[in-house]
């Protein structure tokens, strides 16, 4: 069925609004659309008025989007590896800009961003080894935005300014670069936690609970809010295995 110049236009719209800003040929009833931000390519159709559909070029990305739109059941367009479906175009617009975000987050892409980043970049001296941490902390930052949407995982602060790139295993601990950028080795959050967490007043459970030491009193739990349950959303299995690290070399588990 030949699409209408309406539809075309809003499947467009809704590519180049969040982060797919080159267009690519028509397949059949497709769309094609890649970034000059990611890697990530997409495939948009519209059978009708209340189905639109997305097809990935990236498993991880598909994946990672269970929440957001249901799995298409028939075969994708060639090159890509699965599609979703949602039935509205603020849905549609959500489900992009999710991709894009994630397409850029998720190992090992942060990692691919800073090997280019530091590849001539020497590393002799104590000054530059510095500097080439910089530009790693930056890159593990801009990840961490990315994921979890410039919020804090915690408290849900959306103050960019405020809001901290905090590693679970840190930096010097780490044996890799693979490490050190992988966003399921941290966590963004308001300064508090993250001052928190960092120096082990506080850590997070499996099931994504914040755990408090026994260091911290009463009074210095309230004046850090911290006296109230509180909790990480959208924790992944990659998460815990970084938090048992966590738990086990930072966190204070009893007063000292």
């Not at 769309?31 to 189905?51: G, V």
């Not at 980043?117 to 790693?136: D, F, Y």
């Not at 990480?232 to 970084?242: G, K, T």
């Amino acid at each position: 069925m030949m699409q209408l110049p309406t539809v075309w236009t809003r499947l467009e719209k809704a590519a180049v609004d969040n982060g797919f800003d080159l267009e690519g040929a028509q397949i059949d009833e497709w769309r094609t659309f890649a970034s000059s931000q990611t890697n990530l390519r997409l495939w948009l159709n519209s059978p009708s008025e209340s189905l639109y559909i997305v097809a990935f070029s990236r498993w991880d990305v598909f994946e990672s989007l269970a929440d957001l739109g249901v799995p298409w059941e028939n075969p994708p367009p060639p090159d890509s590896v699965a599609a979703r479906n949602v039935g509205d175009v603020a849905s549609l617009h959500r489900l992009i800009r999710r991709a894009f975000q994630l397409s850029r987050a998720l190992p090992d892409e942060p990692l691919r961003v800073f090997l280019k980043q530091v590849a001539s970049l020497p590393r002799t001296t104590e000054a530059e080894r510095l500097i080439v941490q910089r530009v790693g902390q930056d890159v593990f930052r801009n990840g961490l935005m990315d994921y979890w949407q410039g919020t804090c995982a915690v408290t849900g602060l959306a103050l960019a300014e405020l809001l901290r790139a905090s590693h679970i295993k840190p930096w010097a601990d780490c044996e890799t670069d693979a490490e050190r950028l992988d966003v399921f080795n941290g966590f963004l959050l308001a300064p508090h936690l993250d001052a928190a967490f960092d120096r082990g007043f506080i850590s997070i459970g499996d099931a994504g609970q914040v755990v408090v030491s026994d260091n911290l009193g009463a009074a210095a739990r309230s004046a850090l809010n911290l006296q109230a349950p509180l909790r990480v959303s959208r924790l992944d299995d990659r998460h815990r295995v970084f938090l048992k690290w966590h738990r086990e070399r930072v966190f204070r588990r009893t007063a000292d």
